[in-house]
């Protein structure tokens, strides 16, 4: 299972940006970078993934480094309910054995 | 339907019980997990099921059986369980080899006394 890096926790005042990083030095060509979240007593949600180009959805942008070997989720403006732990995962879908393996993730406190 | 459904939310079992986790997909996704959760840490893969087979165990203790009857049901047979075990047991449904993402239920809160 491919290896992540994350920061352990971050503070960010509420409505402004977030940016949460996370190294991933021996990514493969094949796999693709997902984040997730949990907030807390709930299963892990999806928030975006992407594999070479920056990545933008409703809730989130994703931002690659060239070299593939970082990248960062970027949330626009934090809120409250974006209090919860950030994980950046790595998955090769055609190898069964890559699955979803978490680390050790990002605590966010978001500061009202 | 984009929901993963565990059930039952929370169990206590002494440790000489038999109980089942069941998770419930209708997404049509071919590939189901089971994690395990302890507090305050990652979730830890356990179990990988691909077209209803078998494809990662995770050296998971024998008091822990998987079991998946059909591309929608996935099991956990409990028996002889430790104090240890308690944890919350997630599921989790893809589609196997496709570039796309995991759904997660909201778990099983299982407490062994």
């Known amino acids: 299972d491919a290896k992540t890096t994350q920061p352990n926790s971050m503070e960010s005042n509420e409505e402004e940006p977030v940016h949460l990083p996370c190294n991933h030095s021996t990514i493969s060509g094949t796999d693709y970078i997902h984040w997730y979240r949990q907030l807390p007593s709930q299963g892990p949600e999806y928030v975006i993934h992407?594999?070479?180009s920056n990545v933008n959805n409703r809730m989130a942008s994703l931002a690659i480094a060239e070299d593939r070997k970082s990248s960062t989720l970027i949330l626009h403006r934090a809120t409250l309910r974006d209090a919860a732990v950030y994980y950046c995962?790595?998955?090769?879908?055609?190898?069964?054995?890559?699955?979803?393996?978490f680390g050790t993730g990002t605590s966010l406190t978001v500061i009202p | 339907d984009t929901e993963v459904t565990q059930t039952p939310k929370h169990l206590v079992m002494g440790m000489t019980n038999k109980k089942s986790l069941k998770c419930e997909q209708h997404?049509?996704?071919?590939?189901m997990y089971w994690y395990k959760q302890k507090a305050k840490k990652p979730p830890e893969l356990m179990f990988v099921?691909?077209?209803?087979?078998?494809?990662i165990n995770e050296s998971v203790p024998s008091r822990f059986s998987p079991e998946c009857p059909n591309s929608s049901l996935l099991n956990l047979h409990l028996h002889a369980l430790q104090p240890e075990d308690s944890a919350l047991y997630l599921c989790a449904s893809t589609h196997p080899h496709v570039n796309t993402e995991a759904f997660f239920g909201q778990g099983t809160r299982l407490t062994v006394v």
């Open positions: 099921y691909s077209y209803e087979k078998l494809s």
């Open positions: 995962i790595l998955r090769d879908p055609q190898n069964t054995g890559n699955q979803f393996y």
């Open positions: 992407g594999l070479t």
């Open positions: 997404m049509g996704h071919r590939a």
